[in-house]
């Protein structure tokens, strides 16, 4: 099995190196080189020697005599050297590999000249020239079995190689990989199979996950993981049949057979390569090998099953492929000749069998085939039992335990590695799964909980917002109710108050002085008594002006009309007037504010205004009355009186219309006169 | 038989003094208050023929207690005897059912003649209740100029026409016209078209 694997290994390679060549292999006309060589003779100039010399070889045919392709390499790259050409150099060291690896005779060259390169790698200025140096040093190494080297020389390459080289990137890890199979690094290769996978994946390249899906099963089964390979395998021959591809779905199915017989499943195994045999046996389009050794695994079979028939018949199938097709076969060797001691055994020609078993046994030995070596010794140990000669057997058989032992410590212990490690790795994952869900439960609560404080922040702070304003507005109204109900009810005490004074003065005062005067008469004394007639006179009019006593008697709009008569009597401001009759639509208070409007309007007028003629209209309507007061007088700024504390009369008159629920309107114009409007709702 | 009187005031010593007086001068005084509503009870008891009440009293005023005794239809006269001077109880004083008014200061010298004249039917206000004339002009019919007459008059004097009378006074130029015709008649003055203008001018110093 793992000769197919390193045949599959081959196969990969080839295609590899069929990306990586530059012109080499373009058609070449001879005649174009032989009128270049003798030029290149004589030219002196290094530049012009190195133009030359690449000119021939892009001309050069296939088919021209490979040593002298090489000379004229080598001596470009002297040129290149010379000339401190690090990147020609290094693109020529590549081409010259590449033809070096074609004959296995010229592995050390190879190996030199790539040293060589990568020697003067610090001085190539392109990353991916670095990256294909390294490539193919480690190329190099592997093909000497030098495998730690070449691992080095990959990683190397990996780090060259950017995102965009991802396909060179992706090669060195696949070729890593292998490299670590080889050395048995089963950890190491698994993960640089599968990230070598991913990136091939993501390049699309489905040929390359198919190589890489390959290598793993091939690494799984190397230590006896079989039903991780035989998972990958599975899908990786349903994959090659939808392709198409037969040969490689035999060759799956072949390796896959062989596990099964690793794991003593013989059925499983017949059923595999019968179902391959079916498919292939007739195609001539597929391997030969791989037909061939269907063929002897079968008969191997059947050898168990001691059917001699189907055993001969698959055998003799198998002999004729080889001398057909494969007379040469290395890979083919070991396997026919071991089916071929079987066929001896069976037909009891134990010497022949004996003879060839050991054949086999040196041979597997000398192929260092680990699987062979254990098969040919529990065959040789057999066969030398049926023999007789139970010496060798015991020591063939002592020889198989042996190398089984240590084949099966070695893998067990690269199999408890690994399951611990793949262990290690889920519980890795599962804390780390774990620990992610509950960052993310941690987290999602924490902006549930910023949210929810958030949320209640600006809900408190809006409530907190709505009620300092609510507060405010309310505080606002409650102090210019406050204000007004003030306003209201200084008037009216002061009113009140007026009222007190006005009766204590009149029934007061007034009646004693009464008295007085009674006396006064009595006695004759005139003088006295036109003293006392004036002082009486004065208390009334004090008294009157500071209650309107007729106001109750005759009701506001008498009350008014009296007050225009006797301004109208007293001074020479020409009082006209239409009242309307409001008495029962107010309240004595309310009675009270009107009259005392129409009062203090006067006041104003007559102290200020100048005015020769007032009209004063008190008009009644269906909700309000309207009370205008309009003089002819010198007129005044409203805004700047209104403002001026001296001014009481203006802001009384604004608080009374206020205390009653109406409204002030002044017009005012300078020299034309001022028109006082109240409106009282009713 | 002499006349039959009530009287009320709330002003004990006025009471006692006005009592004393109307005695004096031989009227029977059925009865006093010292309230307005007691008065009104007195009245309705004795509906004596005069009531010479006070204007400001306590529970009724004086024009309360007349206007009570005018929707009750009694009979009795009311005389108003207060301190206050107020005009309009006088212009009123037909609907307030009063029949004589007397300020208080003058009683003495006007009380019995008051009494008897409305004894006899007849009506009497104080004259003290008058403003004093400020004019002294000659009326016919003994009427007396308004104070707006007088102040339209002025401004007749001044030169003015009706139209810019009535505009600086706020009133229809209708209204002024009257004012004229009403002044012309009161001065007996000719009805001719300048006539007023030409004695108003004339005669400039006497209403100022």
């Not at chain 1, 290149?80 to 074609?102: D, M, V």
């Not at chain 1, 050395?183 to 290769?189: A, F, P, T, W, Y």
């Not at chain 2, 001044?158 to 009403?182: C, P, Q």
Request: net charge negative; with cysteine; aromatic share 8%.
């Amino acid at each position: 099995m793992i000769t197919t694997s390193l045949k599959s290994n081959t196969i990969f390679t080839a295609i590899f190196c069929i990306k990586l060549l530059y012109s080499t292999l373009s058609i070449a006309q001879n005649q174009i080189v032989d009128s270049l060589i003798p030029a290149f003779e004589v030219e002196n100039n290094l530049q012009k020697r190195f133009e030359l010399i690449k000119n021939i070889l892009s001309n050069l045919d296939q088919d021209y005599d490979r040593s002298r392709v090489i000379e004229y390499y080598k001596a470009g790259l002297q040129i290149a050297e010379e000339t401190e050409n690090f990147l020609e150099f290094g693109k020529w060291s590549i081409e010259l590999y590449e033809i070096y690896r074609l004959d296995p005779n010229d592995e050390n060259e190879a190996l030199s000249l790539m040293k060589q390169a990568k020697s003067h790698i610090q001085e190539v200025h392109d990353n991916r020239v670095r990256g294909i140096i390294y490539l193919k040093l480690a190329a190099a190494h592997y093909s000497k079995t030098e495998f730690t080297k070449a691992i080095e020389a990959y990683t190397m390459a990996e780090l060259e190689f950017s995102e965009n080289d991802s396909i060179y990137l992706a090669d060195a890890i696949f070729f890593r990989a292998q490299a670590k199979d080889y050395k048995g690094e089963l950890i190491g290769s698994m993960n640089d199979y599968q990230k070598a996978k991913i990136i091939y994946e993501n390049l699309n390249d489905i040929d390359y996950v198919n190589y890489v899906n390959n290598g793993i099963a091939v690494l799984y089964s190397k230590y006896n993981i079989f039903q991780e390979a035989e998972k990958i395998r599975i899908g990786l021959a349903e994959n090659y049949l939808k392709q198409g591809n037969l040969n490689d779905w035999a060759i799956t199915l072949y390796n896959q057979s062989r596990d099964y017989v690793k794991q003593n499943k013989q059925e499983d195994s017949f059923a595999a390569l019968k179902k391959v045999h079916g498919k292939i046996n007739n195609d001539s389009t597929i391997d030969p090998d791989i037909r061939t050794i269907v063929n002897l695994s079968l008969s191997n079979y059947y050898s168990q099953k001691n059917d001699k028939e189907m055993q001969t018949k698959h055998f003799e199938e198998a002999q004729l492929l080889v001398k057909n097709q494969l007379e040469s076969s290395s890979f083919i060797r070991l396997p026919l000749l071991k089916s071929r001691i079987l066929i001896y055994e069976n037909q009891n020609n134990l010497n022949r069998a004996y003879e060839l078993a050991k054949e086999y046994t040196t041979q597997a030995v000398d192929a260092a085939n680990m699987d062979q070596i254990i098969d040919a010794y529990l065959i040789e140990s057999r066969i030398s039992e049926k023999h007789g000669d139970y010496k060798n057997a015991f020591e063939s058989l002592a020889k198989y335990q042996n190398f089984t032992d240590s084949l099966f410590q070695a893998n067990q212990a690269n199999t408890f590695s690994y399951f611990q490690t793949l262990y290690e790795t889920e519980k890795k994952e599962r804390d780390l799964l774990l620990k992610t869900q509950e960052l993310a439960e941690i987290k999602a609560k924490t902006i549930k909980k910023i949210r929810t404080i958030v949320i209640i922040s600006v809900l408190i702070l809006t409530v907190m917002l709505l009620w300092f304003l609510i507060k405010n507005l309310k505080a606002a109204k409650k102090a210019k109710i406050q204000q007004e109900k003030f306003s209201r009810d200084l008037l009216i005490s002061q009113e009140n108050e007026r009222k007190r004074i006005s009766k204590d003065l009149h029934d007061g005062l007034g009646q004693s002085l009464l008295l007085i005067k009674n006396k006064i008469i009595l006695n004759q004394d005139n003088s006295t008594s036109t003293l006392l007639d004036n002082a009486i006179e004065e208390l009334r009019g004090i008294s009157r002006s500071l209650h309107p006593f007729q106001l109750e008697e005759l009701g506001v709009s008498g009350a008014i009309q009296n007050l225009l008569n006797q301004i109208d009597e007293e001074t020479a401001i020409f009082v006209s007037s239409e009242i309307d009759n409001i008495d029962n639509l107010f309240d004595k208070d309310q009675q009270l504010h009107i009259y005392r409007i129409v009062q203090e309007s006067f006041n104003n007028i007559i102290k200020h205004a100048k005015a020769s003629a007032v009209r004063v209209m008190l008009t009644k309507k269906e909700k309000e009355i309207l009370l205008t007061i309009q003089d002819n007088g010198i007129g005044f700024d409203f805004s700047e009186k209104y403002n001026d504390f001296k001014s009481l009369g203006l802001k009384t008159l604004k608080e009374r219309t206020a205390t009653l629920g109406g409204s002030m309107k002044v017009d005012s114009e300078m020299q034309k006169g001022t028109i006082f409007s109240f409106l009282i709702t009713i | 038989m002499s006349i039959e009187l009530i009287i009320a005031d709330d002003h004990p010593l006025l009471l006692k003094g006005l009592r004393d007086f109307l005695e004096e001068n031989n009227f029977n005084i059925l009865a006093q208050a010292n309230n307005g509503k007691d008065a009104l009870g007195l009245i309705e008891k004795h509906k004596p023929k005069i009531a010479i009440l006070d204007l400001e009293m306590p529970e009724m005023t004086g024009l309360e207690v007349a206007t009570a005794c005018r929707i009750k239809k009694i009979n009795t006269k009311i005389i108003l005897l207060t301190l206050h001077k107020e005009i309009f109880i006088l212009h009123q004083a037909k609907t307030l059912n009063i029949s004589g008014y007397l300020l208080k200061d003058f009683a003495i010298e006007e009380l019995i003649n008051c009494i008897q004249k409305i004894n006899v039917g007849e009506e009497y206000y104080s004259e003290k209740l008058f403003p004093e004339e400020k004019n002294n002009l000659n009326t016919v019919q003994n009427e007396k100029l308004t104070p707006s007459e007088i102040k339209i008059l002025k401004l007749i004097a001044d030169g003015l026409t009706s139209k810019e009378i009535a505009i600086k006074l706020f009133i229809a130029e209708r209204t002024v016209d009257k004012h004229r015709s009403n002044i012309i008649s009161k001065m007996n003055l000719d009805k001719k078209h300048n006539s007023l203008l030409i004695w108003a001018q004339n005669n400039k110093g006497k209403f100022f």
